[in-house]
């Protein structure tokens, strides 16, 4: 069983890790999930106040936070990238669900034996991983045939040796030298092109770990390689004619690719032009700048401000030193028609709660737009925790609901067209240097006159943030009310409004919501971090009472953002009959309204958007 090390508790450190002193009585419990976890007692309840193992597991360190051969990178979950091999070999069990893992596309089969191959994923780690094994070092080539002749093996992870910078000083008295042996520092081939290392075989993949989040590095000489199975396809006189029809087939396909690409590429030029004729048509257009003045002023595109759903951002700095935010657009179809709804939605409209987009850029394939620099980031970075030693005062939250409200009411009550923008969540919050608010992305946003009511609409937006109603696709600017009550609670509370880190019935905000509401306890939701919010207790238990007046799961008794905006400023008195079941809608069925003039049915086929996607940085 290896040998017993003691575990000492000295002045409220265990094991390295400080204990909070308290006169409270606390127990560690070490969960299913693979949490070690502290509680304390709070005088009514059992309170969680540490996650022991954090610091060394980080999101990703658990053995089923991502399922079985589930890839986890800084808390998202995916399958191992089938995007580097000629074909895909995993699938997930259920893509609404990422957490609960992948399965083979093809079962490993021991009759098959010799069909099995290993992929490997480099810069990955294993939470089982022991740096005690193979002391003595394994080759690499070792490590896999001794996985792939072991038909119970699942896996093999490599671990390359560390070199220590200078391993020794041999001193030779008779000859007055000192022998020094240098090795790299990294993980990785030793100097003298060994490639010796320590070797886990696993029967059972569990969770894997992306190493390049990982909280605890260990460099990037660690690989997995997984076992698959190839093709059971072995008969040999097949192969004749598989190989011979191929060749054929290929030909045809060459001449086809052909034609295809000539007559692709001059309808592409043909839409480019009429897409660029169109752009400049719009009055009251941002400047129009080429591809190589935005290379130019983001210095061939060297500063990466962050990346989201449809491209990155850059820094850029205009002639007159104003700095900028290029974003990239990469992609067709979807995307570009993304790039045209942003030109035209924020194009022309100007409001100190909305981020100002300076330009644009079309031309051939390059799909650019030029916004302000916001130089204090997106409001997540703020609230999630990525910013844990600045957690923002009451003050500063509640005028950053304030300013979101001012934007969206601006969009529905005083532009010439209304416009609804779906996709309302943190990430899609900029702040400038003193924390001004602006509302951002409007890739997904959809224009309606001011008669108009309702839009018939397929589902777009952030799986997390969207209103009951979508289940009728029977839409109103109320979809992005119910939106910002959640961006409300996440920056009263601190925390994503899904967090699968935390225990199952904290796991999800509005169903917290729900049961301290009845239990009339909110204020164990504020964010604890920030002192200052303690004292305002009862202006931010106010505001939670707002957000729960928008979250309204029947969007008829949400209030407008008009009126958000005047109840946040003390104007008027917020509505106190509120269900707290956030999740029920009492539209089921499609919309049969008399007046047909009320409601627009847009037919585009936009799909519903991971959570991973964001606006402009």
């Not at 894997?208 to 590095?217: D, G, H, L, Q, R």
């Not at 592409?268 to 400047?287: A, C, H, I, R, Y």
């Not at 018939?456 to 119910?482: C, F, H």
């Amino acid at each position: 069983m290896g040998e017993n090390h003691p575990v000492d508790f000295n002045n409220g450190s265990f094991f390295g890790w400080d204990i909070p002193t308290t006169s409270a009585a606390q127990f560690m419990k070490f969960e299913p999930d693979g949490h070690l976890r502290l509680y304390q007692w709070a005088g009514m309840d059992w309170r969680e106040v540490s996650d022991l193992l954090r610091t060394e597991a980080g999101d990703c360190g658990y053995p089923m936070v991502c399922g079985r051969y589930g890839v986890c990178t800084n808390g998202q979950c995916g399958c191992p990238d089938a995007a580097k091999y000629q074909s895909s070999f995993f699938r997930q069990m259920d893509f609404r669900h990422p957490n609960l893992g992948c399965s083979p596309v093809t079962p490993i089969s021991c009759d098959y034996a010799k069909d099995h191959i290993l992929l490997e994923l480099k810069s990955t780690y294993y939470f089982a991983f022991d740096s005690s094994l193979n002391e003595n070092g394994t080759e690499l080539e070792d490590c896999k045939n001794n996985c792939l002749s072991n038909c119970s093996c699942k896996a093999a992870l490599f671990v390359h040796h560390q070199s220590m910078g200078v391993d020794a000083c041999d001193i030779d008295t008779s000859q007055n030298n000192c022998s020094i042996t240098i090795t790299s520092p990294e993980f990785g081939f030793m100097d003298n092109g060994t490639s010796k290392g320590s070797c886990l075989l696993l029967n059972e993949v569990f969770s894997i770990i992306n190493n390049e989040k990982y909280a605890v590095s260990v460099g990037d000489g660690s690989s997995l390689f997984i076992k698959v199975q190839s093709s059971y396809v072995e008969k040999p006189r097949r192969i004749k004619i598989i190989l011979a029809s191929s060749l054929g087939s290929l030909f045809a396909m060459l001449c086809i690719v052909g034609i295809c690409f000539v007559v692709i590429r001059k309808r592409l030029k043909e839409s480019n032009g009429t897409e660029v004729d169109f752009l400049d048509q719009v009055p009251g257009m941002p400047t129009r700048y080429s591809y190589e003045t935005l290379k130019a002023l983001t210095e061939d595109f060297s500063r990466k401000l962050g990346e989201g759903g449809f491209g990155c951002v850059y820094e850029g700095i205009l002639e007159n030193g104003t700095k900028i935010a290029v974003k990239c657009i990469d992609g067709f179809g979807q995307v570009k028609d993304s790039f045209l709804v942003e030109v035209k939605t924020i194009g022309s409209i100007h409001h100190v709660n909305l981020v100002k987009l300076i330009g644009y850029c079309s031309e051939k394939s390059h799909r650019l737009l030029v916004y302000e620099y916001m130089a204090n980031g997106s409001l997540d970075t703020w609230i999630f925790g990525g910013k844990q030693n600045l957690p923002l005062p009451w003050h500063v939250r509640r005028k950053i609901i304030l300013d979101i409200a001012k934007g969206l009411a601006y969009l529905y009550e005083d532009c010439s067209q209304k416009i609804i923008h779906f996709d309302v969540k943190p990430q899609n919050i900029l702040l400038d240097p003193n924390f001004n608010a602006k509302v951002s992305d409007f890739g997904l946003s959809k224009l309606l006159e001011k008669d108009q009511s309702r839009i018939v609409t397929k589902m777009r937006g952030t799986p997390g943030y969207l209103a009951p109603e979508w289940l009728s696709n029977i839409i109103t600017e109320q979809v992005d009310v119910y939106s910002f009550g959640i961006v409300i609670m996440e920056i009263i509370c601190g925390r994503k409004n899904l967090d699968w880190s935390m225990t199952e019935e904290n796991r999800h905000l509005l169903s917290l919501f729900k049961i301290k509401a009845a239990e009339e306890k909110l204020h164990e939701m504020v964010d604890p971090k920030s002192e200052d919010m303690l004292i305002h207790m009862e202006e931010v238990l106010d505001t939670m009472r707002i957000a729960a007046w928008c979250l309204q799961g029947n969007f008829s008794k949400r209030p407008s953002m008009s009126l958000v905006v005047k109840v946040l400023e003390g104007l008027v008195a917020a509505e106190t009959n509120l269900d707290y079941d956030f999740t029920y809608s009492s539209v089921v069925s499609t919309f049969t309204g008399a007046d047909p003039e009320q409601q627009v049915v847009d037919d585009a086929t936009t799909p519903l958007l991971p959570s991973t996607l964001s606006g402009p940085r």
